[in-house]
């Protein structure tokens, strides 16, 4: 089993859902996760808003946080993780988890920011936490790996969580 698949029977274990908001991955996180049989049971869905004006109109990134740091922020992953929560509430009840990812894939620097520096949003329960990723490789191999460990982020959280 991946990765993928132990946080998708997780979520469906707790009864938790799940949503997510992705830039530089471009759809490829909430691919992963939905390749799980069953997935719908959790998996609310993914908005990929690659375009920084959709950061804001769509996902809630406030423009000030934008103009100031650019899109490649911490900030930016924060709000996207929980603003995701809100956009993809079903039945008016909110996500029970937000997940999303920033940074720059390359091939150039984006935002003043090196190819390979990621942030990764988790919002979950009323708390934000944010983990910045220094990556190395080519475009591809640095998307697979923000994927990877956004799932990894996840896990991660939700193992504390049930610890607390």
């Known amino acids: 089993m991946t990765a ?6 997780l979520l469906i274990e707790r009864r938790l859902t799940i949503a997510v908001a992705e ?3 471009g759809g490829m996180l909430v691919s992963e996760l939905v390749s799980t049989p ?6 609310l869905g993914g908005v990929v808003a690659y375009n920084t004006e959709l950061k804001h109109s769509m996902l809630g990134v406030d423009s000030a946080v934008i ?13 996207m993780a929980v603003h995701v ?15 999303s990812t920033t940074g720059v894939a390359g091939p150039e620097p ?4 090196p190819v390979g520096t990621v942030f990764v949003g988790v919002s979950l ?3 934000v936490r944010v983990v910045q990723l220094d ?3 080519d475009r591809e191999s640095i998307r697979r790996q923000v994927v990877d460990r956004a799932i990894d982020e996840v896990l991660a959280r939700l193992s504390e969580d049930a610890g607390a």
Do not use: C, K, M, Y
Not at 4 to 9: C, G, T
Not at 85 to 99: K, M, T
């Open 125 to 127: 329960a009323g708390d």
């Open 85 to 99: 929560r809100e956009l993809l509430a079903v039945g008016g009840l909110p996500a029970d988890i937000g997940v």
């Open 67 to 79: 103009n100031v740091h650019g899109v490649v922020h911490p900030d930016v992953a924060a709000q």
């Open 4 to 9: 993928s698949d132990d946080l998708v029977h």
């Open 110 to 113: 984006q935002d003043g920011q």
């Open 23 to 25: 830039s530089l991955t």
């Open 135 to 137: 990556l190395s490789g």
């Open 38 to 43: 069953g997935a719908s049971a959790a998996v």
